[in-house]
């Protein structure tokens, strides 16, 4: 079974940086599959935030985009969110999640859909104060 342990939320003012972990581990891991971010802010939908495939292409929510960047270190089997110029409205849990089934998306479908990711991490407060 894959576990996902997300790492590196607090608290900043806007304007700030933070970079979050993801480690994986169990299972299919490692360059195997979709890796992504998600964040729930409070009495909202979980959303999609970032997500990269194996070969290391990107796609990016809207809210994020020239904000923060995904990538991925698959030697390490950890997953990294690097957001600058942090706002108010960036404040929610982020969850790590992954597609490491044994037949996993393919590599060109580019997705940031809840339930096409299988595995979760408990998730990380980011709070960012005005």
């Known amino acids: 079974e894959v576990t996902l342990v997300e790492s590196g939320g607090g608290s900043v003012h806007a304007g700030g940086s933070l970079r979050l972990s993801c480690e994986a581990s169990?299972?299919?891991?490692?360059?195997?599959?979709?890796m992504a971010w998600f964040r729930q802010a409070p009495g909202k939908v979980r959303e999609g935030i970032a997500a990269?495939?194996?070969?290391?292409?990107?796609i990016y929510g809207d809210s994020v985009k020239g904000r923060f960047t995904i990538s991925r270190d698959t030697a390490k089997n950890t997953l990294y969110l690097q957001m600058n110029n942090l706002q108010f409205e960036d404040t929610g849990v982020y969850y790590c999640?992954?597609?490491?089934?044994?037949?996993?998306?393919?590599?060109?479908?580019?997705?940031?859909?809840?339930?096409?990711?299988?595995?979760w991490g408990q998730g990380t407060q980011v709070t960012v104060s005005s």
């Open positions: 999640a992954a597609d490491f089934r044994p037949h996993p998306l393919a590599t060109d479908h580019y997705t940031l859909n809840t339930y096409e990711f299988h595995s």
């Open positions: 169990g299972g299919f891991t490692g360059v195997r599959g979709w």
């Open positions: 990269i495939n194996s070969t290391l292409n990107t």
